[in-house]
Every structure is written in C-alpha cells, then in structure tokens.
C-alpha cells in the first residue's frame, strides 16, 4: 500500500501534468483560431476558379489539356497530409487508415508526405515515398505549396501515374473532422445547380439579341485555361493543407483538454485516497494512545 508521502509527490506529479494539459489546450485553441478563419474564408476561391474554366471550355470547345482528361486505370498518387507533432488523439491514425484502405483498393500506390508522422509509418510500412515537405510554414500562402504542386504535375504530365488524390483531414468543426480522399487529378470540373452558366444556344441568342461580341482574351483561351488549371491545382493543395492544419489543432485542444480532465479526475481521486488514508493513521495513533493510557 503506498504511503501518504507517495500519494503526496503523484498528486503533486498529475497537478503538475494537467498545467502543462491545460497550457497546450490554450496553445492549440489560439492557433485554430487563426487557421479557422483562413480556412473558411478560401474555400470559395477554388470553386470561382473552376466555374471561370468551365466558361471558357463552354466557349472555345477545341480546348483540351492532360489535366482534363481520363486516363486508363494505373498507379495512383496519394498527397498526405499529417502532423509534424503528436499529441493530437487520433488525427494521424485516421489519415494512415484512409491510406492503407486506398493501398488495398488501388492498383498500385505512390506517396507525397506532408508531414513527418506520416513520413515515418510509411517508410516503416515500406510504401513508395516520392517526396517528403515538413518544413511548411502554419498558415503557408500558394508560394509555400508551389513545390508540391508543381511536383504533382511534373509526375502527372510525365505519364507515371494515372491519378493523383488528396487524403487529408477535412475540418468541420471545433469537435468534428472527417478523414476525405479527393481525386485532384485529371480533374473533375462540375458545377453545382446554383453555378450553371448559360449553354451554348443560349449564349449565341444573347448575343444576337444585344448584339454583344465574344469576349476577347489575351494571350488567348487556351494559355488561360493551362494557367487556371495550375493555379486549381495549387489552390486545391492549400485548401488541403489549411483544413488538415485546423484539424490537426482541433485535435489537439480536444485530447488536451480530455488529458487535463483526466488528470484532475485521478488528482482528486488520489486526494480522497490520501485523506481516508490520513484519517486511518490518526486513528490508529489515537487508539495506541488510549490504549497505552489504561495500561497505565
């Protein structure tokens, strides 16, 4: 049985631990903050981007680029994206999951790591590894991320896979994130009801009717579309990155959090342990007293 000196130093120990708990729940809560607000506020930019090729597409019909179009089922390209830190309760677990389920359900896979826990399960795993980037900073900007898209390009265009997806932790709330897998190559440019733009009959009649010309665009439709379609890409893998960085602190504040009530729970668990066992002594010490007493 331990002694009251014992249970002393791990109250102690746990109080201690849950200040630390607390202070990285603080940390992880200030820095979601951030990345909330930017994550939510660039998730419109993508799609504006896409509806701006689709127009295009709609009026120059002889546009086609190797990012638009199928390919024949072959090797695929997993950009992951995990944690630099531990400590954030099953966020890298269920990344790797959605991994290893797309190992099993693909052909064949290679990967770009973000991030060095998953950088270490893979090479552990023996998974193809392309390239590793942990040094990203926490709110990167497109200039940050334009190695990795460029990267992802290099190796679509040079034919060695036939599809490239994001596996990444999509945020949804403070207490809620969901494992996603997006396809980001070829693309799929589709947009919802409410963003459909005018077919092509109907585009011919309003300019019959206002007598409007074609929009000119230099240099010319095709060059606008090659870049659109690089800056998608780049802009998709930042979305990526700030959905998976708000989720990593999301995860975070919450097994912080969980940690601190856990260690107060035990510390107030172990104070009553200590009083009972306190109180066992005493009365111990005070029954030899009375004890002694009638002896004499």
């Keep these: 049985m331990a002694t009251t000196r014992e249970i002393r130093k791990r109250i102690k120990s746990i109080k201690s631990t849950a200040k630390i708990t607390k202070a990285m729940e603080l940390v992880a809560a200030s820095k979601l903050r951030k990345v909330e607000t930017r994550t939510i506020s660039a998730r419109s930019y993508e799609k504006e981007l896409s509806l701006l090729v689709l127009k295009l597409l709609a009026l120059d019909k002889k546009i086609s680029h190797p990012f638009l179009n199928p390919r024949p089922a072959g090797k695929t390209l997993l950009v992951v994206f995990t944690?630099?830190?531990?400590?954030?309760?099953?966020?890298?677990l269920n990344v790797i999951k959605a991994v290893l389920e797309e190992n099993e359900k693909e052909k064949a896979i290679a990967i770009i790591a973000i991030g060095k826990k998953g950088e270490n399960f893979f090479i552990k795993a023996g998974l193809e590894l392309k390239a590793v980037f942990h040094n990203l900073p926490t709110l990167p900007t497109m200039y940050d991320v334009r190695p990795v898209s460029r990267l992802v390009s290099e190796i679509f265009l040079k034919n060695e896979v036939s599809k490239v997806k994001l596996i990444f932790s999509n945020y949804l709330s403070p207490v809620r994130q969901e494992v996603v897998s997006n396809t980001l190559l070829p693309m799929i440019l589709?947009?919802?009801?409410?963003?459909?733009?005018l077919s092509?009959?109907?585009f011919n009649k309003l300019l019959k009717k206002y007598t409007l010309l074609p929009p000119i665009l230099e240099p010319n439709y095709e060059e606008i579309v090659n870049l659109l379609l690089k800056k998608i890409i780049e802009e998709k893998i930042l979305q990526a990155f700030f959905e998976a960085s708000a989720s990593e602190h999301a995860a975070r504040m919450l097994a912080m959090r969980n940690a601190t009530e856990a260690a107060e729970e035990i510390s107030e668990e172990l104070i009553l342990t200590y009083n009972s066992l306190r109180q066992t002594i005493i009365t111990r010490e005070l029954t030899e007293i009375v004890t002694g007493a009638e002896l004499i």
Excluded at 190 to 197: A, G, I, L, V
């Design 83 to 92: 944690s630099n830190r531990g400590l954030a309760g099953a966020y890298n």
């Design 190 to 197: 589709e947009p919802k009801e409410s963003q459909r733009f």
């Design 200 to 202: 092509e009959e109907e």
